[in-house]
């Protein structure tokens, strides 16, 4: 992104090498010596100056402090194009430590609104500390934080439901997040003490991916509780069409019969065969306490307050549509319904919900039930806008053999933004001129594009999953272009710390703006312009009246 300002900021005349070179300088925050540029001290100070000036004329709000005190007068006048002392120039001291101010400011100013769709919980061991710095007062201005599926999981199992409890502490025991948990202030002493004696290690064949042994144990017996706990979910909900994910009456007749050859774990000593779906009186103490835990959690409310006081469904921000995953669609191209409404309609009544939820939350109100078993549904239901899936094949995964029955079909959503009948349908429905969408990532290494030929659907994931060949990706939007950058992996990452360099980046271009892009352009431009019309005639009214 520095590269891309520093080149829309100067004129075209500067080649790519004089561009890298000042991207450089302002990473670094001094003047460097290059045999292959010449440029001294003063050419760098007036380069900065028109790169800065861009950026200022171009940022959504001032910013505060943006100039250390020492220079700040100076810079200010470059800014405005008054005269400074020539010893600025002539001294080398003060010019290099006024290339270090400058590449401060525009460091500072290089993001000025950062838009996040979703999944910081999961996808890594330090969900808690992302989240601390998106809403500390460096970033929360600037950031606007769509739900991901994962994010949800958290918020409904806070909210207090229980099958959500167990998978949330299922994931986090899957890939070994005990330090989180800790952090967090949960005591799983009783629900560790309760797995390894019931689920020891040797009795633990299924595909469990933990790697320590408390953890596969935990992740067993979570797993267990939580295809207790979603039966009963889904049994309530007949209008959530789930009934293909009730295993546990044919887990319980292979039991019974013996005919196990379609499992690869067959140890499931809590499972009553007359009632598969109760709790055994250990695993309903133990979900009751963990249900406690989340609801009465400080130090997760300060983190999930986050998520309901400031999270969205989609957002619409320059035109676009931003969501985590989808607008649930059908196969023949139209909005798909759900629980009576469908498109815009249906994504505002799921935002309602949750925030009615998360006011009930934060204020340590009571929770309305459906409220509650929503969260499931949208946590992994096939017509929830953050999922996308046919189905969430959790337990077929983990307990049978046969690996055809493992597959999750993606529905229709990336099929109908093949057709322009679609994407035309989405702009309407929405009002805007494109959708970005994440949950999963492109595979760019397999020749694959995030935005569509024409530019109107793109697809943006930030996830290094190695499920996803290890690199995320980021979409920039400057008023020249809209461009996606395609990141390095960790390990290049590393290499390039290592060595001092900046690390390899890919860039996918998806459109370049004849005329910068303006706010006024923007449909927000046009509300604030709407308003600021308001405003003038309340004005006038006003001075009519005084006279």
Known sequence: MLFQTCREALAKTFSTIKIQYLAKTIRKGRYLQDPQIIMDQQDVIFCLVQILKYKLANIRSPIKDLFLPEFKNTIQRLLTDLPVPNAIFEEVILSERLIFHLAFAIRKVLLDHILVLGDVFDRGPQPDKILRILSSPAYAPMVDYVFGNHDILWM???????????????????????????????????????????????????????????????????????????????????????????????????????????????????????HPAKLSHEEFEIISDLEQQFTTNTKLKRLLGYFFSKGQTY??????????????????????????????????????TIKRVGVNYIGDRPQEKDDQDLFFYLWCGPKSPFFGKHAMKTFERYFLVDEREHEERTLHWKRNLQTQEFKDKL????????????????????????????????????????????RGHALVQTPHQLYGIILPTPEEMKEATKNLDSAPLSIEIIDEFQKPMKVKDTKEGQALKAKSKEIIQAIHALSVVGE
């Open 156 to 274: 409904g199992a806070a909210a207090g439901n229980r099958s959500l409890i167990a998978e949330s502490m299922r994931i986090s025991c899957r890939y070994d997040n005990f330090d989180l948990l800790d952090r967090l202030g949960f005591d799983s002493t009783a629900l560790a003490e309760f797995a390894e004696r019931t689920y020891p290690v040797t009795r633990v064949t299924g595909k469990f991916k933990a790697k320590t042994s408390r953890g596969l144990s935990m992740e067993k017996a979570l797993a267990v509780m939580q295809f207790k706990l979603e039966e009963e979910t889904i049994n309530n909900h007949p209008e959530y069409d789930m009934a293909s994910r009730l295993w546990l009456d044919r887990l319980a007749e292979m039991l019974r019969s013996g005919d196990v050859k379609e499992l690869n774990d067959s140890h499931f000593p809590t499972l009553d065969f007359a």
């Open 427 to 470: 702009k309407s429905e929405f009002d805007v001129n494109r959708v970005i969408f994440g949950h999963t990532p492109v595979d760019y290494s397999k020749g694959n594009k995030m935005a569509s030929d024409d530019g109107v659907a793109i697809n943006v994931d930030g996830g290094f999953a190695a499920a996803y060949y290890n």
């Open 315 to 352: 957002h619409v921000h320059n035109n676009s549509l931003n969501i985590h995953a989808l607008v649930p669609a059908t196969r023949e191209g139209g909005f798909e319904e759900f629980l009576g409404r469908s498109g815009k309609d249906l994504l505002d009544s799921i935002d309602a």
